[in-house]
């Protein structure tokens, strides 16, 4: 009866370490999703891609070093750039579309360069008049073990009657979205969470009760 009582709370003992390891190696996974993202000093804009369309101006907002966490399916959201036209009028060439390029510099998880592009035109609508800023598609990066969206907010600027309200305090800030869509650790061998080790004695007393059982 002694043995079989041991061997019982042997067996309780084992299945409790074994949650808790459980739990453990869940709580260290989730935590290994969790990426750095830092931004670098080498983000610009590019507007002189076309000589035609409506002249806009751009400045960029104190981004260089600005870091943030993200887990899978979380997204962060930034000032990126602020724009704005000096222009009076939507006229001529103004409604031509002009190819914009914006590029953010990522030190950290990548060391990498990523381009979104975009256009901006001159709109006439009625009596108003304004500025469009529109982008493509999201990139997306996958490296690294990582892998996140990069998206730029849309935005109308310089909105004015019967022509544009011109500079930059009547422009728009364009932001920056950045979404982890998926992270994970390649080519790493786990290793045991301390909650597991008293699973493991846990085992090598059972082995060792059953031998004893056996021998007697």
Same mark, same amino acid.
């Given at each position: 009866?002694?043995?079989?009582?041991?061997?019982?709370? /042997?067996?309780? =003992?084992?299945?409790?370490?074994? *949650?808790?390891?459980?739990?453990?190696? @869940?709580?260290?996974?989730?935590?290994?999703?969790? %990426?750095?993202? #830092?931004?670098?000093?080498?983000?610009?804009?590019?507007? +002189?891609?076309?000589? @035609? !369309?409506?002249?806009?101006?751009?400045?960029?907002?104190?981004?260089?070093?600005?870091?943030?966490?993200?887990?899978?399916? #979380?997204?962060?959201?930034?000032?990126?750039?602020?724009?704005?036209?000096?222009?009076? #009028?939507?006229? $001529?060439?103004?409604?031509?579309?002009?190819?914009?390029?914006?590029?953010?510099?990522?030190?950290?998880? =990548?060391? #990498?360069?990523?381009?979104?592009?975009?256009?901006?035109?001159? =709109?006439?609508? &009625?009596?108003?008049?304004?500025?469009?800023?529109?982008?493509? @598609?999201?990139?997306?990066?996958?490296?690294? $073990?990582?892998?996140?969206?990069?998206?730029?907010?849309?935005? *109308?600027?310089?909105?004015?009657?019967?022509?544009?309200?011109?500079?930059?305090?009547? &422009?728009?800030?364009?932001?920056?979205?950045?979404?982890?869509?998926? +992270?994970?650790?390649?080519? /790493?061998?786990?290793?045991?969470?301390?909650?597991?080790?008293? @699973?493991?004695?846990?085992?090598?007393?059972?082995? =060792?009760? %059953? %031998?004893?059982?056996?021998? !007697?």
């Amino acid at each position: 009866m002694i043995s079989i009582r041991k061997s019982s709370i /042997v067996r309780n =003992v084992l299945a409790l370490t074994l *949650t808790a390891a459980m739990f453990a190696f @869940a709580a260290s996974s989730a935590r290994a999703d969790i %990426r750095t993202y #830092q931004i670098g000093t080498g983000s610009n804009v590019d507007t +002189s891609a076309s000589s @035609a !369309g409506l002249t806009v101006s751009t400045s960029l907002f104190n981004i260089a070093g600005h870091t943030f966490n993200l887990d899978d399916g #979380q997204y962060h959201s930034f000032n990126f750039f602020s724009i704005w036209t000096d222009e009076g #009028q939507v006229n $001529g060439s103004d409604t031509t579309p002009q190819d914009i390029i914006a590029t953010l510099d990522f030190d950290l998880p =990548v060391n #990498q360069d990523v381009n979104v592009t975009g256009e901006t035109v001159g =709109v006439i609508s &009625g009596s108003y008049q304004y500025g469009s800023l529109s982008w493509d @598609a999201p990139v997306i990066i996958d490296a690294l $073990g990582v892998k996140f969206e990069v998206r730029l907010y849309d935005v *109308t600027f310089n909105w004015g009657r019967h022509g544009l309200n011109d500079s930059w305090c009547y &422009g728009a800030d364009v932001k920056a979205k950045v979404k982890q869509l998926d +992270s994970w650790t390649p080519n /790493v061998t786990p290793v045991p969470t301390p909650a597991a080790l008293p @699973a493991g004695l846990a085992l090598m007393s059972l082995g =060792v009760l %059953r %031998r004893r059982r056996s021998n !007697g």
